[in-house]
């Protein structure tokens, strides 16, 4: 298949995913159809190996997947190279088992789901933690993989915020999937900028596009930023 042909391919694929009910869209596919995008590779392979995660896992519990990746497979955040765009590709992150918070809280959600341990992503300004879907005093750090309780979530809040942003309640609330993958191409589109990646940017700009909540802006983004193809 013709290279360019191939990468519009993607992008559709994407748009597709990302459609829909907001609630609905599924992490790994999107996450990983985004990474296709950005790496220009296919990545069924990586759903597999989410598979495999949880088939490991026996312990049916938020706390018993929590220790299962972080302490017995040893998923962490990558505090060295933080603003690498790896650190946002979900096959990447599942094989190096280093990611971003955001990435990992994916990886926590999606191996739960296969292993009926529902949990929910909280879009917390300044970092993102998973809670369990039918406990809203049970929560984990991605980055840290350590256990938080609703008070632990708001004192990392604080923490992280120093003064700058007062506390919120709704801070841990749920945060519907598609909103997740928003905040994932947020955080891309930072990182290319900050390296001055222009055909990174016009991917992610086409992908945003594929985001109905952005309206005609994110199209016209697009537009512009797509000009390094032309």
């Known amino acids: 298949?013709?290279?360019?042909?191939?990468?519009?391919?993607?992008?559709?694929?994407?748009?597709?995913?990302?459609?829909?009910?907001?609630?609905?869209?599924?992490?790994?596919?999107?996450?990983?159809?985004?990474?296709?995008?950005l790496r220009?590779?296919?990545?069924?392979?990586?759903a597999e190996l989410l598979d495999e995660l949880a088939a490991g896992c026996t312990d049916h519990s938020l706390d018993g997947l929590r220790r299962h990746l972080y302490e017995e497979l040893g998923f962490a955040g990558d505090a060295e190279h933080y603003d690498?765009?790896?650190?946002?590709?979900?096959?990447?992150?599942?094989a190096r088992r280093r990611g971003l918070p955001i990435l990992l809280a994916t990886?926590?959600?999606?191996?739960?789901?296969?292993?009926?341990?529902?949990?929910v992503g909280i879009g917390m300004p300044m970092h993102f933690l998973v809670r369990a879907a039918d406990d809203d005093d049970a929560f984990v750090d991605p980055f840290s993989g350590?256990?938080?309780?609703?008070?632990?979530?708001?004192?990392?809040?604080?923490?992280?915020?120093?003064?700058?942003l007062?506390?919120?309640d709704r801070h841990l609330e749920p945060t519907p999937a598609r909103l997740i993958?928003?905040?994932?191409?947020?955080n891309l589109g930072a990182s290319y900028e900050r390296r001055a990646d222009r055909v990174g940017l016009a991917?992610?700009?086409?992908?945003?596009?594929?985001?109905?909540?952005?309206?005609d802006g994110a199209a016209a983004e697009a537009l512009r930023l797509g000009a390094v193809f032309n």
């Open 146 to 164: 350590e256990a938080l309780d609703r008070l632990g979530a708001r004192r990392r809040f604080e923490v992280l915020a120093g003064g700058r």
């Open 166 to 168: 007062p506390w919120d």
């Open 107 to 119: 990886v926590v959600i999606e191996v739960g789901r296969r292993c009926q341990v529902p949990c």
């Open 84 to 94: 690498s765009p790896h650190n946002s590709f979900l096959d990447v992150v599942l």
């Open 181 to 186: 993958v928003l905040r994932m191409l947020t």
């Open 203 to 215: 991917l992610v700009a086409r992908m945003r596009a594929a985001i109905p909540e952005l309206g």
């Open 40 to 46: 220009a590779r296919p990545t069924d392979a990586a």
């Open 1 to 37: 298949m013709d290279p360019g042909a191939a990468q519009f391919a993607r992008l559709a694929q994407f748009a597709t995913v990302v459609a829909g009910d907001p609630a609905a869209v599924r992490l790994d596919d999107a996450a990983l159809a985004m990474a296709a995008v």
